[in-house]
């Protein structure tokens, strides 16, 4: 049984950083692509940034500057090192893994930033 369980997050002042982790488990074969999503109250959910096991990036444009992705294919960890965090950055971050065609949600995250 597949399971993906991330921690960190937090709550940290305007300009602060914080990093993600998100560990996925329980698969016979490799993980695929894995990254982070966000989502704020009363707003949709959307790609902060993904990384696929090649080491290939995709991430929001407002955070390219800022956010970092990284993973680790033989423990099946992902990262997101976020620094000069904002205000509109606060939400819940959900890790996700690709195994074959399916994708696996963790629970989710709590990242509030304050002004």
């Known amino acids: 049984q597949v399971q993906v369980v991330e921690s960190g997050g937090g709550l940290v002042q305007a300009g602060g950083s914080l990093r993600l982790s998100c560990a996925a488990s329980?698969?016979?074969?490799?993980?695929?692509?894995m990254g982070w999503y966000r989502q704020a109250p009363g707003k949709q959910r959307e790609l902060v940034a993904s990384?696929?096991?090649?080491?290939?990036?995709n991430q929001l444009d407002s955070v390219k500057d800022r956010f970092t992705i990284s993973r680790d294919n033989a423990k099946n960890t992902v990262s997101l090192q976020m620094s000069s965090l904002k205000p509109e950055d606060t939400a819940i971050y959900y890790c996700?893994?690709?195994?074959?065609?399916?994708?696996?949600w963790g629970q989710g995250t709590q990242v509030t930033v304050s002004s």
């Open positions: 996700y893994a690709y195994e074959m065609a399916y994708v696996y």
């Open positions: 329980g698969s016979s074969v490799s993980f695929g692509v």
């Open positions: 990384i696929s096991r090649d080491g290939s990036t």
